[in-house]
């Protein structure tokens, strides 16, 4: 099979990292923070190292501000549900991913919260100007995504989390499509809280995602539980990460998750974002040979992550996903969970696009068979 | 090490369990319900099987009405904070771990909930007439746990879910101390919602928990966010199980799970209560030849799931859980994310007490071999 589906979840994982899982399933075992017995311990620090790896990638302050949860949108709604209020005025963008949209049109029947969708340019990108008009309106939060999941289109998140600051504007960051593959500093892109999946970018296990709190703005409880923690009171604790850590954690997932994060650290973010570089040029040199196809992402190699939303204008896209399904080809066609992203590509009638999704792992030569396969039914 | 921790999570898991996760890490990591792609059809098909292997498990209706979640606080959070309206009179017990008692604290502080906690006997197990008295008042919900994380008394659970059905009133039932070690039939426990953690009894992965819908009852939706369903929508869908598993679900703790269901389903849940009974009988038996302990738990074997808490009389509890350290027998010291419950027991201001749990995998030796060492500390 040749992968393309990485903006889903990344394949292969890192090296290691199913080795690693299977070592702790089998001989280690044992719950995290609760007890003294020598595996316990151990489990304990590697998930330390896990925070501390999260927060060394990141260039982030405090490692106990580095939340794991079980994927984005778990960490997407703590942020979202822990930072508005009632009758709140969020600003947002069209480019997001459900699992922003939904919190925030629950918040709004419930909560009676407004929601401000910034403007976006020919380039889908959305407009400065106007999300800093919307910022004059003084909202409490503004959510954004550092990266579409449809088009791969880098946003100006920096700008954006620049203008929060400036206008006094909490700000909620997705970086799950770049989190891993992207140098991200957190001590330039001062974004309140940065979400992620821990299985994307970061190829790690499914069953793993991060919340970073990144200035002294704390969202409120979500989930709240059981910590190890101030076990003598019934209110949840407020000390950090076992505020936002109710339950037993996935040390499963994040045994793999650190594994992870040892050969990103290792092989460094700089030389991983240049690795990939290679491959979207590559990429995007193939599509120039494609006739008969839309391309909907950025084709600014510097302005995009390898996720590209295509339409064939000769056959339906349900039929060139059958095309790739047979021939072992992994991508996605569908909306991608991000229903207005494809409303405003124009595209949501059609049920979206083929997305095809490149992780650190492809090579030219799979995205050479890729596009022969293309070619042949005369895409 | 002798591991003897398994209220907090099982060790080992089940045989197949770390070599199955290994093998979908290695070979065929993918997103799930959202692709036509071989591999990503083939993981749907093992995550409707664990489904459809709870369900058979449970005795319970549908498996669409299975959710997977993070642990059993995530899905006790779900079920309260997806049932209790604000103020909802909520009746409780005192031996409820902090997944339930600090979620109703919460929402007794922001959504001036009242919490009433039912009366005890002096074996510390809720009395029914008490629990009865409080349901005449017509509260809107009661959750309450099955088995005590501390005691491990096997409630009444059977007649006070009765009772709810009598009055009423809507029952959430936490069954992590006794799910896949005690047989659990849905028809005839007829509780609205059950939880539970996947990696103690049921021998599966941390990083995975249950909530399995019992009735008409549904809660509202609390995470919400993409879910592969409705992708068209920024509405949160209301199909099952989608509603309550936003975002891409911990495929890699699940298929862990279904290999630990199988196992339970091939062995037969009363075959395995009957060899914990074998081992908490042989325990009780050791426990009479201690002179100088307290054993604050129930000794009847038919209301004993294989959880005995301690008190040594001659030495403090940390002396006593250093010696088992340093022996390489796990056990747990402290409240056990359980003040209430310790607070009843009288435990409370010394710490709490050491926790010896049992669980399928343990033997007659390791039983031995702890109570040597008690022995000769005089315990």
Known sequence: MIYFDNAAT???????????????????CSNVGRASYSNAIEISRTVFQARENIRKLLNADKSDRVIFTNNATHALNMAI???????????????????????????????NIKV????????????????????????QVAVFTACSNVTGNIMPFKEMVDRCREYGVISILDASQLMG????????????VVCSSGHKGLLGPTGTGVMVLNSETIPEA??????????????????????????TPNTTGIVGLNTSLEFILDIGINVIRKHKIALIKHFIECLDNLENTIIHSCLNVQKQAGVFSLTPANMS???????????????????????????????????????VSLGFFNTFEEIDELFAVLKHYDC
Chains 1, 2 share one sequence.
């Open 10 to 28: 990344s394949f292969p994982k890192a090296p290691f990292v199913a080795e690693n899982v299977f070592n702790y399933l089998k001989t280690s």
């Open 317 to 355: 896209i349900t039929e060139l996903i059958g095309i790739l399904d047979e021939k072992e080809i992994a991508s996605r066609m569908g909306l991608h969970c991000a229903p207005l992203a494809h409303k405003a590509l124009g595209t949501f009638d059609q049920g979206g696009t083929i997305r």
């Open 81 to 111: 549900h822990g930072l508005v209020k009632e009758n709140d005025h969020v600003v947002t963008t069209h480019f997001e991913h459900n699992s922003v949209l939904r919190p925030l049109e629950y918040l709004r029947r419930t909560r």
């Open 181 to 192: 593959s992207y140098p991200l500093d957190l001590q330039d892109v001062k974004a309140d």
């Open 116 to 139: 401000s969708y910034t403007a976006y340019d020919e380039d889908y990108f959305p407009e400065l100007t106007d999300f800093e008009n919307l910022l004059k309106q003084k909202p």
């Open 222 to 247: 979500f989930l709240t539980g059981g910590t190890g923690s101030n076990s003598e009171s019934i209110k949840h604790p407020e000390i950090m990460p076992d505020m936002f850590e109710a339950g």
